[in-house]
């Protein structure tokens, strides 16, 4: 079955960095693009991007050009999410999301289990 | 990009109907047939429940249905259960960058 598991919650201070991981399995990783999307109690779910898992090719929210880098191993059928320079309102679950065949970000119909990241001092 | 507009929480008995709107404008939810519909149970992970509008995907119960009228969207769960009991989000199509937002969420709550 189709399964997006997710790397574990961080705490993080501001300025600093993070890298989430996830991991695809039971569909073929690199026909798929796969999406970032996380949720605050503030702003609720915000897209963030999304990468090829082809390709690697990304594409990014303005808001988050230049703070994140989405890249993939396909060797091990994972994506991965960068977070620069970290701000306490990044304190978010992050999701990383597979996007339903051809739609390019219109629907996502699987979800990783999220991971939170706390930017504290 | 403002979010899409939703009821904070809405509330149902048992048996009963409900239905969740979802506001937008002419470029996002009335430009395009690429409405979608999620559910959230508390500390869980998004769950699809409708796209483009109307369509159900595999797996999903028919008492959940979806619809669209010029610039507002809506989700309709007929005979609540207990289950149902989840925070819903709708998402819509917007073209440009980002392509997609999301509603604020609405608690349904079955009483």
């Known amino acids: 079955q189709v399964q997006l598991v997710q790397s574990g919650a961080e705490v993080k201070k501001p300025g600093a960095s993070v890298k989430l991981s996830c991991k695809a399995s039971?569909?073929?990783?690199?026909?798929?693009?796969l999406h970032w999307v996380r949720q605050t109690p503030r702003q609720g779910l915000e897209w963030m991007g999304w990468i090829s898992a082809a390709t690697g090719v990304t594409y990014y929210a303005p808001r988050f050009q230049g703070s994140v880098t989405m890249t993939r191993d396909t060797s091990i059928s994972t994506v991965y999410l960068e977070l620069n320079s970290l701000r306490s309102d990044d304190t978010a679950v992050y999701y990383c999301a597979r996007d339903w065949p051809g739609s390019q970000g219109r629907v996502f119909d699987y979800w990783g289990q999220g991971a939170l990241v706390t930017v504290s001092s | 990009q403002s979010a899409l507009t939703q009821p904070a929480s809405v509330s149902g008995s048992p048996g009963q109907s409900i239905t969740i709107s979802c506001t937008g404008t002419s470029g996002d939810i009335g430009a395009y047939d690429y409405v979608s519909w999620y559910q959230q149970h508390p500390g869980k992970a998004p769950k699809l429940m409708i796209y483009?509008?109307?369509n159900r995907p595999s797996g999903i119960s028919n008492r959940f249905s979806g619809s669209k009228s010029g610039n507002t969207a809506s989700l309709t769960i007929s005979g609540l259960q207990a289950e149902d009991e989840a925070d819903y989000y709708c998402?819509?199509?917007?073209?440009?960058?980002?392509?997609?937002?999301f509603g604020g969420g609405t608690m349904l709550t079955v009483l």
């Open positions: 039971g569909f073929s990783f690199t026909a798929f693009y």
């Open positions: 998402s819509s199509y917007r073209g440009g960058n980002p392509p997609v937002i």
């Open positions: 483009n509008v109307t």
